[in-house]
């Protein structure tokens, strides 16, 4: 599975911002998808994850009620909407895909995209 992320730029304070994530292959809704964040000196850590077939979903608590996960089995995408960011959501947006179907740890996934810069200015 290939992973490729778009969507990140800089926003102020209190926007907006959704990213993308398109997967390759024939088997993107066999894999639990992730969202996870690495910003500057500090280590990757996970933001959202959603079931394969869409209907769960889990958010870190740091995100919790301003970022939503979704997927699009049809379109091989996964989504991140992000609102109401903060400076502190400034980093690398990773996307990352989970065969065994479920997982908070970057151990738990087997696939990873290259990364979209989100910086949030204050």
């Known amino acids: 599975v290939q992973l490729v992320e778009s969507g990140g730029g800089l926003v102020q304070a209190g926007g907006s911002l959704r990213l993308s994530c398109a997967a390759s292959?024939?088997?993107?809704?066999?894999?639990?998808m992730g969202w996870f964040r690495q910003a500057p000196g500090k280590e990757r850590e996970f933001v959202a994850v959603i079931s394969r077939r869409g209907i769960t979903a889990d958010y870190a608590d740091s995100v919790k009620g301003r970022f939503t996960i979704s997927r699009d089995n049809a379109e091989n995408t996964v989504y991140l909407q992000m609102n109401s960011l903060k400076p502190e959501d400034t980093a690398v947006y990773y996307c990352?895909?989970?065969?065994?179907?479920?997982?908070?740890?970057?151990?738990?996934?087997?696939?990873w995209g290259q990364g979209t810069q989100v910086t949030v200015s204050s």
């Open positions: 292959g024939r088997t993107f809704s066999t894999y639990a």
């Open positions: 990352a895909a989970n065969g065994a179907g479920w997982g908070r740890e970057t151990s738990d996934y087997d696939y």
